[in-house]
C-alpha cells in the first residue's frame, strides 16, 4: 500500500469514525473467512460498516476523529454505525455464535470508550422499532379499554 494510499485510507477511516454515533473494536483470530463473510452480510442487512484495519492506520484515524486513544493489539475488525443498539446486538449475537474465535475488545460510543460488559448490555435493550411498538401500545390502551368498556355495556344491555 502506498504512502497516498494510506492517507486516503486514513482520510475516510476518519470522517466515516465521526460520522458514526459508535464503533466496536473485535478480535477475530482463527474465525474462518466464510463466518467474516456472514458477518458482513449480517451487517450490511443492518446498515453496519465492517473493515479490517491495520492498527496504525486505525489509531490514527482514531485520533484524527478526535475520540480517545485506543490501544489496538493483535488482529482487529472494525464495526461502526449511526444505531448503537443495532450495532450492539449484531456483534453480541455473532460472539455469542463464535466465541472461540470472536471477541470484544473495545468500543466508543458517543465519544467515550466502553467495555464489552457495556455493549452487551446495550445489546440487550429493545431496538428503536421495540420501542415505538411498545409506545403506541400504551398510547392506544385508553381507547381499547374504552370501547371494551362500551361493548361490555352494549352485551350487558342486550341481555335485559
Request: aromatic fraction near 8%.
Given at each position: 500500500m502506498t504512502r497516498q494510499e494510506k492517507k486516503q485510507v486514513v482520510e475516510y477511516l476518519s470522517s466515516e469514525f465521526k460520522e458514526a454515533s459508535a464503533f466496536?473494536?473485535?478480535?477475530?483470530?482463527?474465525l474462518k473467512v466464510s463466518y467474516l463473510e456472514e458477518l458482513r452480510r449480517a451487517a450490511k442487512a443492518a446498515n453496519v460498516k465492517v473493515h479490517?484495519?491495520?492498527?496504525t492506520l486505525a489509531s490514527i484515524a482514531v485520533?484524527?476523529?478526535?475520540?480517545?486513544a485506543l490501544e489496538l493489539k493483535d488482529t482487529n475488525i472494525f464495526l461502526w454505525a449511526d444505531d448503537q443498539i443495532v450495532l450492539s446486538k449484531i456483534i453480541c449475537k455473532f460472539a455469542d455464535a463464535h466465541s472461540e474465535h470472536f471477541s470484544l475488545k473495545v468500543g466508543v460510543f458517543d465519544g467515550q470508550v466502553v467495555d464489552a460488559k457495556h455493549i452487551i448490555s446495550?445489546?440487550?435493550?429493545?431496538?428503536k422499532e421495540e420501542l415505538i411498538g411498545m409506545l403506541l401500545s400504551v398510547w392506544t390502551a385508553p381507547t381499547r379499554y374504552f370501547v371494551t368498556g362500551l361493548?361490555?355495556?352494549?352485551?350487558?344491555k342486550e341481555e335485559n
Amino acid at each position: 500500500m502506498t504512502r497516498q494510499e494510506k492517507k486516503q485510507v486514513v482520510e475516510y477511516l476518519s470522517s466515516e469514525f465521526k460520522e458514526a454515533s459508535a464503533f466496536v473494536v473485535c478480535d477475530y483470530k482463527g474465525l474462518k473467512v466464510s463466518y467474516l463473510e456472514e458477518l458482513r452480510r449480517a451487517a450490511k442487512a443492518a446498515n453496519v460498516k465492517v473493515h479490517v484495519i491495520k492498527n496504525t492506520l486505525a489509531s490514527i484515524a482514531v485520533k484524527n476523529a478526535e475520540y480517545p486513544a485506543l490501544e489496538l493489539k493483535d488482529t482487529n475488525i472494525f464495526l461502526w454505525a449511526d444505531d448503537q443498539i443495532v450495532l450492539s446486538k449484531i456483534i453480541c449475537k455473532f460472539a455469542d455464535a463464535h466465541s472461540e474465535h470472536f471477541s470484544l475488545k473495545v468500543g466508543v460510543f458517543d465519544g467515550q470508550v466502553v467495555d464489552a460488559k457495556h455493549i452487551i448490555s446495550v445489546s440487550k435493550l429493545p431496538s428503536k422499532e421495540e420501542l415505538i411498538g411498545m409506545l403506541l401500545s400504551v398510547w392506544t390502551a385508553p381507547t381499547r379499554y374504552f370501547v371494551t368498556g362500551l361493548d361490555n355495556l352494549r352485551k350487558q344491555k342486550e341481555e335485559n
